[in-house]
């Protein structure tokens, strides 16, 4: 039997969310609406969303002893996460101040703590702790860009299924780009990187094709509203958006590639993989929040159904 499981190698935070008929100005103040503490981090978003997709998910993370503590373990573990592989060390737990907007719109500040202490000696135990049930990992770039790059390297050499989200977008080694098999940036992370102006499906490819250039098997571009763009050497192809109403676009591409990486563990083609992480990215901007907004298999299951149905 193949490996069905998701290691998740990355952040955990408690979000600090502000909601507002609009976000400051520089120096000014506005009153909110409303205010939400909950799990965060673009690690545990994606570890929530593979779970919530039918994955046996397990996280290699730090928090801290505070508590915060509680509050993200507990969270991580409501939705069904494997906690095993979560380090407790000294210091606080991982912070993101979050404010949104009455049009769903967003800005973040993120403070690691914590999720410095993740280290490669951690990744490498994990990988060995989870070797035979985990099939795909999962990487972002909200924990030290090393231990990024090392739990790259080591994933593939373990015959994982590598997927990084660059996010937040940086500049890494050119020799880690060929140990990644799929890498899942939206347009701002893609230009970032490529020094490609991304504003369609268009551009998109021609970012993926910077991506190819240097040894990544599949670029997938999420353009938001215009949809996804899939490159590979053999092809390239566009995915429509769903069409949805926002309301706080917070983790949706965490929403997507959680998914998409829980697809792939389970054995999906690969197209399928990305329509149901197309279709979850989707549903997590109708809710606010973070993990509270991530759908489960049913959700994706019925939006995917219904559109179906609507185009015969």
Do not use: Y
């Not at 981090?41 to 997709?53: I, L, P």
């Not at 279709?279 to 997590?284: D, P, V």
């Amino acid at each position: 039997m193949e490996p069905n499981g998701v290691l998740v190698v990355g952040s955990i935070t408690a979000d600090v969310t502000a909601f507002s008929q609009r976000l400051p100005n520089r120096g000014e103040t506005v009153l909110g609406d409303d205010f939400t503490l909950v799990l965060g981090g673009k690690g545990a978003n994606q570890a929530v969303a593979a779970a919530r997709a039918g994955a046996p998910t397990w996280m290699a993370a730090c928090v801290g002893r505070d508590p915060f503590r509680e509050i993200v373990l507990s969270g991580l573990r409501s939705h069904g996460v494997e906690l095993s592989e979560v380090r407790t060390v000294e210091g606080r737990t991982g912070v993101a101040h979050i404010r949104v907007d009455a049009s769903g719109e967003n800005d973040i500040v993120i403070t690691p703590l914590a999720n410095a202490d993740l280290s490669t000696e951690m990744v490498d135990e994990s990988i060995r702790a989870t070797q035979g049930s985990v099939g795909v990992m999962l990487l972002q770039l909200e924990v030290r860009a090393e231990v990024t790059c090392h739990a790259a390297k080591a994933g593939a050499a373990a015959g994982l299924t590598v997927v990084l989200d660059p996010a937040p977008a940086q500049p890494l080694p050119e020799d880690v780009w060929r140990h990644v098999d799929i890498v899942t940036p939206n347009e701002s992370e893609a230009q970032a990187l490529t020094g490609v102006e991304v504003d369609g499906p268009g551009s998109a490819v021609r970012a993926g094709a910077w991506f190819l250039e240097r040894g990544v098997r599949h670029a997938v571009i999420t353009l938001g509203s215009a949809g996804v763009v899939s490159v590979t050497a053999e092809r390239t192809r566009h995915f429509p958006a769903f069409p949805v109403t926002p309301v706080d676009t917070t983790a949706a591409g965490d929403a997507f590639t959680g998914c998409l990486g829980a697809g792939i563990a389970a054995g999906l083609p690969v197209d399928l993989a990305i329509q149901r992480g197309t279709a979850a990215g989707a549903l997590a901007t109708t809710h606010p929040g973070a993990s509270p907004s991530l759908p489960d298999r049913q959700a994706v299951d019925a939006l995917i159904t219904t559109l179906e149905g609507a185009a015969q």
